[in-house]
């Protein structure tokens, strides 16, 4: 699904945080969406967590940077980080460039996959995020 | 809005205010000067590849690292900073981060007009006068809370911050401490006296009464005083200033937005400085001197091949 020139695949769940989240089992994968990856801008450097760290929905974990700013990872999920992503680490750039497929941040195995039940299918999340991109608008008309 | 009006503090000081209001989860307004010169390293930055660590221990440099984003920095007391804590619910925090730089540094570009600087705000963080930078600033998530911290630079010793910088070679660091020069400027160029610090609290006082409307001054209680304690221990720990960050494969100082002092080492050995990925400076390295090569000038550096 396309919307305002951000894409946001139909296979994937989604939540606020602009976090998109793909099934494998009882595994999911975890990045940020395109709305996502453009609101934090260029990516320079990231903290992932530790394989086999146990992260609770909602937690805060590791940090990402962009510009002069630094914030947290959330977690869209509960459950155990099973991979991170070690590319990334030393080269962050698919985060911004290629979210969906090289950009995925880490893979969790599910504590309680009702959770998924939280998400946003595609169609929803395009409507929450042309909502922000209003709100947004509306908060630059503020500035001027 | 809680005002600290500090004034002269002490080093580490000058970093745990804000850290220690954020921890608390006290909104507020810090405006302060360092009683010493200490680098304070981004909580990402890397202080085995970034800092000369014997230098800065020959000349009694303190070191800190903090919680927010933006690099290496040389701090010292001929620099003013101002340090915004906002709770993260706080509806003045913009959507989009980078706004929140473009507000909160307003009061910096009136009190450098006053200084007769006309500067302005370069993205993501940066305030510049006539294309040269004067400040740096940094913003982070601590907490439940927000903080942005950023100077004035009423001077800037350039051959201390080219110091304590990680170096590959003598040259690199002649080469940095030009680049600095060239690439930023201070309040000292500008004016024939020093600038009281005091005056410089009250305009910023001014100006961020325009933004929170009213500024009360605080009270610093015992819960503060503590925290502020626990802040210097936390930010000063060594396995803190030892965590690893980023690192690159060459050696590559950020010296502005956009302008970059990189060094290159196979068969031979380069520097070359960048401005916006292009090539403006290029040297060569034999014998232990410099010498330019225009060849590589005004390309695109991520085609180079050496």
Same mark, same amino acid.
């Given at each position: 699904?396309?919307?305002?020139?951000?894409?946001?695949?139909?296979?994937?769940?989604?939540?606020?945080?602009?976090?998109?989240?793909?099934?494998?089992?009882?595994?999911?994968?975890?990045?940020?969406?395109?709305?996502?990856?453009?609101?934090?801008?260029?990516?320079?450097?990231?903290?992932?967590?530790?394989?086999?760290?146990?992260?609770?929905?909602?937690?805060?974990?590791?940090?990402?940077?962009?510009?002069?700013?630094?914030?947290?990872?959330?977690?869209?999920?509960?459950?155990?980080? @099973?991979?991170?992503?070690?590319?990334?680490?030393?080269?962050?750039?698919?985060?911004?460039?290629?979210?969906?497929?090289?950009?995925?941040?880490?893979?969790?195995?599910?504590?309680?996959?009702?959770?998924?039940?939280?998400?946003?299918? @595609?169609?929803?999340?395009?409507?929450?995020?042309?909502?922000?991109?209003?709100?947004? @608008?509306?908060?630059?008309?503020?500035?001027? | !809005?809680?005002?600290?009006?500090?004034?002269?503090?002490?080093?580490?000081?000058?970093?745990?205010?804000?850290?220690?209001?954020?921890?608390?989860? =006290?909104?507020?307004?810090?405006?302060?000067?360092?009683?010493?010169?200490?680098?304070? %390293?981004?909580? +990402? #930055? #890397?202080?085995?590849?970034?800092?000369?660590?014997?230098?800065?221990?020959? +000349?009694?440099?303190?070191?800190?690292?903090?919680?927010?984003?933006?690099?290496?920095?040389? %701090?010292?007391?001929?620099? /003013?900073?101002? &340090?915004?804590?906002?709770?993260?619910?706080?509806?003045?925090?913009?959507?989009?981060?980078?706004?929140?730089?473009?507000?909160?540094?307003?009061?910096?570009? &009136?009190?450098?007009?006053?200084?007769? !600087? &006309?500067?302005?705000?370069?993205?993501?963080?940066?305030?510049?006068?006539?294309?040269?930078?004067?400040?740096?600033?940094?913003?982070?998530?601590?907490?439940?809370?927000?903080?942005?911290?950023?100077?004035?630079?009423?001077? /800037?010793?350039?051959?201390?911050?080219?110091?304590?910088?990680?170096?590959?070679?003598?040259?690199?660091?002649?080469?940095?401490?030009?680049?600095?020069?060239?690439?930023?400027?201070?309040?000292?160029?500008?004016?024939?006296?020093?600038?009281?610090?005091?005056?410089?609290? #009250?305009?910023?006082?001014?100006? /961020?009464?325009?933004?929170?409307?009213?500024?009360?001054?605080?009270?610093?209680?015992?819960?503060?005083?503590? &925290?502020?304690?626990?802040?210097?221990?936390?930010?000063?720990?060594? #396995?803190?200033?030892?965590?690893?960050?980023?690192?690159?494969?060459?050696?590559?100082?950020?010296?502005?937005?956009?302008?970059?002092?990189?060094?290159?080492?196979?068969?031979?050995?380069?520097?070359?400085?960048? =401005?916006?990925?292009?090539?403006?400076? /290029?040297?060569?390295?034999?014998?232990?001197?410099?010498?330019?090569?225009?060849?590589?000038?005004?390309?695109?550096?991520?085609?180079?091949?050496?």
């Amino acid at each position: 699904m396309k919307i305002n020139n951000y894409e946001f695949p139909d296979d994937l769940l989604y939540n606020k945080e602009s976090y998109w989240l793909r099934r494998i089992g009882n595994r999911v994968q975890v990045g940020l969406s395109d709305y996502g990856q453009r609101e934090i801008g260029d990516v320079l450097y990231l903290e992932l967590g530790k394989e086999g760290q146990t992260i609770q929905q909602g937690e805060e974990f590791g940090s990402i940077e962009a510009g002069k700013w630094v914030g947290s990872l959330q977690a869209p999920i509960s459950g155990t980080i @099973a991979v991170i992503n070690e590319e990334l680490l030393v080269n962050p750039k698919p985060i911004n460039e290629n979210s969906y497929k090289n950009g995925w941040l880490y893979e969790i195995d599910m504590a309680d996959n009702t959770q998924l039940n939280d998400m946003m299918d @595609a169609e929803k999340y395009s409507r929450w995020v042309e909502k922000q991109v209003w709100l947004e @608008a509306q908060e630059g008309e503020k500035h001027e | !809005m809680d005002l600290y009006a500090l004034g002269r503090i002490s080093w580490w000081e000058s970093q745990c205010y804000y850290h220690a209001l954020a921890e608390l989860g =006290r909104e507020g307004l810090v405006l302060c000067s360092p009683d010493e010169s200490y680098v304070c %390293l981004g909580i +990402h #930055d #890397d202080l085995s590849q970034e800092i000369d660590i014997d230098y800065c221990q020959a +000349h009694d440099i303190n070191l800190l690292r903090r919680k927010i984003g933006g690099g290496v920095v040389l %701090l010292d007391e001929n620099q /003013f900073f101002y &340090q915004v804590v906002l709770k993260r619910s706080n509806k003045m925090i913009p959507m989009h981060k980078e706004l929140l730089f473009e507000k909160m540094l307003q009061p910096a570009i &009136q009190v450098y007009e006053k200084l007769g !600087m &006309q500067t302005k705000w370069k993205a993501p963080a940066d305030l510049v006068c006539n294309g040269r930078k004067c400040s740096g600033n940094g913003a982070g998530e601590i907490g439940d809370c927000v903080a942005l911290s950023g100077n004035v630079l009423l001077n /800037f010793d350039y051959t201390c911050m080219a110091r304590v910088l990680k170096s590959p070679n003598i040259k690199y660091t002649e080469l940095l401490e030009e680049s600095m020069h060239h690439n930023m400027c201070t309040v000292a160029e500008y004016q024939y006296e020093p600038v009281p610090h005091d005056l410089v609290m #009250d305009w910023f006082c001014e100006a /961020f009464e325009q933004i929170f409307e009213e500024l009360q001054p605080a009270i610093i209680d015992d819960k503060l005083k503590q &925290q502020i304690i626990l802040s210097r221990k936390a930010l000063t720990a060594p #396995d803190w200033l030892k965590k690893p960050g980023r690192r690159n494969t060459n050696r590559k100082v950020k010296i502005s937005e956009g302008v970059y002092l990189h060094h290159l080492k196979n068969e031979s050995e380069y520097m070359f400085l960048t =401005r916006d990925e292009l090539i403006k400076e /290029f040297y060569f390295l034999r014998q232990g001197e410099i010498y330019r090569d225009s060849t590589y000038e005004c390309k695109p550096y991520k085609n180079l091949k050496l």
